[in-house]
């Protein structure tokens, strides 16, 4: 998985949200579809979307997760 759904990227928002209202910090990494994204990876998609929102009105298709090597997925068969 190199890149996120709206869907997915939302989804994904929303975890790393409820988890720092519930705990006063940031998760160390979450996963989405079986991909364990670092802290630093998922904010830098965080900033990038929104950078993407400001500067063109609406969100993006996609979001794209980083290098391959920023993730750690688990292949499901």
Same mark, same amino acid.
């Given at each position: 998985?190199?890149?996120? !759904? #709206?869907?997915?990227?939302?989804?994904?928002?929303?975890?790393? #949200?409820?988890?720092?209202?519930?705990?006063?910090?940031?998760?160390?990494? !979450?996963?989405?579809?079986?991909?364990?994204?670092?802290?630093?990876?998922?904010?830098?998609?965080?900033? !990038?979307?929104?950078?993407?929102? #400001?500067?063109?009105?609406?969100?993006?298709?996609?979001?794209?997760?980083?290098?391959? !090597?920023?993730?750690?997925?688990?292949?499901?068969?």
């Amino acid at each position: 998985m190199e890149r996120l !759904t #709206l869907k997915q990227y939302r989804q994904m928002v929303e975890k790393v #949200l409820e988890f720092k209202r519930l705990n006063g910090e940031m998760p160390p990494y !979450t996963i989405v579809d079986g991909c364990k994204i670092s802290k630093i990876v998922y904010v830098d998609m965080i900033e !990038t979307a929104n950078k993407f929102l #400001l500067e063109m009105g609406r969100n993006p298709e996609i979001v794209e997760i980083g290098r391959p !090597t920023d993730m750690n997925c688990i292949i499901k068969f």
